[in-house]
């Protein structure tokens, strides 16, 4: 009986060595894992989400961020060059919009307290005129620098208005974008402008001439637009239609409504 254990046990035995022995052929050797690959790195200033055309930059829009050496442009704002990068931006204001991450650029930026600030962030072939607003005439004060109004004209009573029944006012540009209310180019921060007495707008050439000529015509309106049509680049197709209300206001005509 002893001798029948002995004989299963070293038959057990045997076969868990060979099946240990076939499992350890099958088994593939562990790969070598890749090295990764190791990347001089410098830290630039970045912008740390999209900043607008015309905004004052914060030390809350930009911050540090490790990057490759080796792509690192020149123009980049590096850390071991400023180390007080952040506290020399601040107050600045964006000429040029950036993007979340963007490395930022001295080039996309003006100083607000020199001369030029207003036409550094003006886009090529723009034109910025200004024109006298009130609580009644500004949307009661509602409007901010950055957003999108419509100018509407109230020409002044004359002979052919009252023979035609009386007057009517009129849009003579849509969508047009606030520059400035005052000497305030933007609204950040919980700051509220309200009061103004001027705004500045951003004008094609002809826009600036439809609007200085309507300033001698009647009173100037500003209807603020909604976020959701400001979008709409309807500003530039009326050009050639508000001109030409313009123009007949100011021949003496009746006044007419443009064929919408």
Do not use: C, Y
């Not at 999108?148 to 849009?171: H, K, Q």
């Amino acid at each position: 009986m002893k001798a029948a254990r002995i004989v299963v046990l070293t038959v057990a035995v045997a076969a868990g060595g060979i099946a240990a022995l076939l499992a350890g052929r099958s088994e593939k050797p562990p790969e070598p894992k890749a090295e990764v690959p190791k990347f001089d790195t410098v830290d630039i200033l970045v912008a740390k989400s999209d900043v607008p055309r015309g905004q004052t930059l914060t030390p809350a829009d930009v911050f540090w961020q490790a990057w490759p050496a080796s792509t690192a442009s020149g123009n980049f704002i590096r850390k071991t060059d400023r180390p007080k990068a952040i506290e020399n931006v601040n107050g600045m204001i964006v000429r040029s919009p950036f993007v979340a991450g963007e490395p930022i650029r001295e080039a996309k930026l003006v100083n607000a307290k020199g001369s030029g600030f207003m036409a550094a962030i003006l886009p090529s072939g723009m034109r910025a005129i200004s024109t006298q607003i009130s609580a009644e005439t500004g949307a009661g004060g509602f409007i901010l620098p950055n957003e999108r109004v419509d100018v509407i004209l109230t020409p002044r009573s004359n002979r052919d208005a009252n023979a035609a029944g009386g007057m009517s006012s009129e849009t003579i540009l849509r969508n047009i974008r606030v520059l400035a209310i005052d000497q305030t180019i933007e609204e950040k921060n919980g700051q509220k402008v309200v009061g103004g007495k001027t705004a500045t707008l951003e004008l094609s050439p002809g826009q600036a001439e439809t609007l200085a000529l309507s300033q001698q015509l009647g009173a100037l309106s500003l209807a603020l637009r909604s976020l959701a049509d400001s979008a709409a680049d309807d500003s530039k197709s009326d050009e050639t239609d508000t001109r030409r209300n313009v123009n007949v206001v100011r021949f003496g005509v009746s006044h007419t409504t443009t064929p919408r």
